[in-house]
């Protein structure tokens, strides 16, 4: 599904990770963990082709990165669904548009797809805020629109990067176990966080890997978290 | 019609119609929008007097070049005791000249009326060594001048004959030239007002810089976000364009009429089909803003991966 190969990446002269190997399966549940500045929010922008690795090989279901054009590169990340801390909305439409945003851009009729958008909106909890602006929304109901917009196509793969970080316990406690039916329903998951808390609560649910960035390398972190 | 046309006419009426949903992801920019249309109005107005520019100095061009090209003066400059018989020595030699359709002597009157602006309606003619001209209308072959020079020296030694290309060429020069000023006025107008929509255009995608992260981030290709900028860009400068130009249309109107009293402004302006013309402006216009937008966000959206 998504498969790296001795894969580096630099910032100019300065190398943030290399020589990584890795192969999400379909299914998997991940975290990545490690410092911050260890290179998390860039492994993460490598999976979904925002940005491309400066050695190696990375394969994004099955094609080389490098060869994909940008429409491809496009069409590929309707299948990776992405949620960032700072989720990013257009503040000039209502929350229930921005969660049906990726089925305008692929195309798709709004109309058809209503009840889809209504089941969505009950599930992350927000069926009652559809018609609000994104800047009325708290920090846990922007999370979950998030991860409502990164799962609206039925994505295979789910990035989530520290998508806690600006929210209380219970809430992310919430998320997290949006993130679990997720994956029990088939979806390949990776959470990059330093929230060990989130980590343990999810371990308790869910076969999960933890994966460690730093020193350069990824590494399976061991038993103890 | 063929396959390949309906296909384009297609994709020009759904570039029209729009895709709504494209269209609402890209919030309304007021400031880019005003200056839009505002530059694409001003350039319209300012293309629709070049285009009369243009227009008028061809019909010029081609009046005097019609009225000139087809006639010749002869001038017969003799004592007053031998004009008359040099006169008709000259219509003589006229009537068996090749190329000649019809020779007539202006009457006194109607050297009186060609003098007039310069020396005043009571000018005494016959008391001035005044030259006596025959107008000679010439076939459509034309006369040889130096055959009929030759001819005239020896039959009527006082007669100059004047075949006009010493005015001709310079005034169908400088019309030619005023011309060519026109169109050149009108290419830089459209050249400036892809120039103005390029920067509007740039300063949009820049404010709209998240807007764009967003819509690549759920998977959005190049060619739909620059559809949402282009669409709307285009259709901005058709608005403004068409808004000048019935400005511009309107000014024209508003010039001096024809008449002997207003010369060369009385011409500025439009004839019959000519009018149609300036019709053509909004939609060079929206091209303009077309080629300028598209290429203005493609070339911001592969500055992004």
């Known amino acids: 599904m998504i498969e790296l190969e001795q894969v580096a990446y630099s910032y100019g002269d300065s190398e943030l990770f290399s020589d990584v190997s890795l192969i999400l399966q379909p299914g998997s549940f991940h975290f990545l963990?490690?410092?911050?500045?260890?290179?998390?929010?860039?492994?993460?922008?490598?999976?979904?082709?925002?940005?491309?690795?400066?050695?190696?090989?990375?394969?994004?279901?099955?094609?080389?990165?490098?060869?994909?054009?940008?429409?491809?590169?496009?069409?590929?990340?309707?299948?990776?669904g992405v949620v960032h801390q700072d989720c990013e909305f257009l503040d000039h439409l209502p929350?229930?548009?921005?969660?049906?945003?990726?089925?305008?851009?692929?195309?798709?009729?709004?109309?058809?797809?209503?009840?889809?958008?209504?089941?969505?909106?009950?599930?992350?909890?927000?069926?009652?805020?559809?018609?609000?602006?994104?800047?009325?929304?708290?920090?846990?109901?922007?999370?979950?629109?998030?991860?409502?917009?990164?799962?609206?196509?039925?994505?295979?793969?789910?990035?989530?990067?520290?998508?806690?970080?600006?929210?209380?316990?219970?809430?992310?406690?919430?998320?997290?176990?949006?993130?679990?039916?997720?994956?029990?329903m088939g979806k390949t998951v990776m959470i990059a966080t330093h929230d060990l808390g989130l980590i343990r609560a999810a371990k308790a649910q869910v076969s999960a890997r933890v994966l460690r960035l730093s020193e350069r390398r990824v590494q399976l972190a061991g038993a103890d978290l | 019609m063929s396959r390949r046309q309906s296909i384009d006419i297609g994709r020009i009426t759904d570039f029209i119609i729009g895709d709504a949903q494209a269209e609402r992801a890209v919030p309304p920019t007021g400031f880019t929008a005003r200056l839009t249309v505002f530059a694409a109005a001003v350039m319209a107005f300012l293309a629709v007097f070049a285009l009369a520019l243009s227009v008028a100095s061809n019909r010029l061009a081609e009046r005097w070049s019609n009225e000139l090209d087809q006639s010749a003066t002869l001038r017969i400059s003799a004592p007053v005791g031998q004009m008359q018989a040099q006169t008709d020595a000259a219509l003589r030699v006229l009537e068996t000249t090749p190329g000649v359709a019809s020779a007539r002597v202006l009457s006194d009157e109607e050297q009186r009326k060609l003098l007039e602006p310069w020396f005043g309606p009571d000018i005494p003619l016959e008391s001035l060594p005044i030259p006596q001209l025959i107008e000679i209308v010439e076939t459509p072959e034309g006369l040889d001048a130096d055959a009929l020079r030759t001819r005239l020296v020896g039959e009527a030694p006082g007669a100059v004959l004047d075949d006009h290309s010493r005015w001709r060429k310079p005034l169908a020069a400088a019309a030619g030239r005023l011309s060519f000023l026109g169109w050149l006025s009108i290419g830089l107008i459209f050249l400036v007002m892809g120039a103005m929509i390029t920067l509007a255009a740039h300063a949009a995608l820049a404010a709209n810089a998240k807007v764009i992260s967003v819509m690549r981030l759920v998977g959005a290709k190049d060619s739909y976000i620059a559809n949402a900028f282009v669409r709307r860009f285009t259709l901005r400068a058709l608005a403004g364009a068409a808004i000048g130009t019935v400005l511009g249309l309107g000014a024209v109107l508003m010039l001096p009429s024809k008449g002997e009293e207003a010369g060369f402004l009385g011409d500025l302006g439009f004839s019959g089909a000519g009018w149609l013309w300036p019709l053509v402006i909004p939609i060079i216009a929206a091209l303009v803003a077309f080629v300028a937008t598209r290429s203005a966000s493609r070339r911001t959206l592969k500055e992004l991966r």
């Open chain 1, 95 to 184: 929350i229930a548009d921005n969660i049906a945003l990726p089925l305008s851009v692929a195309g798709q009729s709004l109309a058809g797809e209503q009840e889809n958008l209504s089941e969505l909106l009950q599930w992350v909890g927000l069926r009652n805020r559809a018609g609000a602006l994104p800047p009325e929304l708290s920090g846990g109901e922007r999370q979950r629109a998030a991860l409502a917009r990164a799962v609206i196509m039925s994505p295979d793969v789910i990035l989530a990067d520290e998508p806690t970080g600006n929210i209380d316990w219970e809430m992310s406690q919430r998320l997290l176990q949006l993130l679990v039916e997720l994956n029990k």
């Open chain 1, 33 to 80: 963990t490690g410092p911050s500045g260890s290179g998390k929010t860039t492994f993460l922008k490598l999976c979904y082709g925002e940005l491309l690795p400066t050695a190696g090989h990375l394969r994004l279901f099955e094609h080389d990165v490098r060869a994909l054009s940008r429409d491809a590169i496009a069409e590929m990340r309707r299948r990776v």
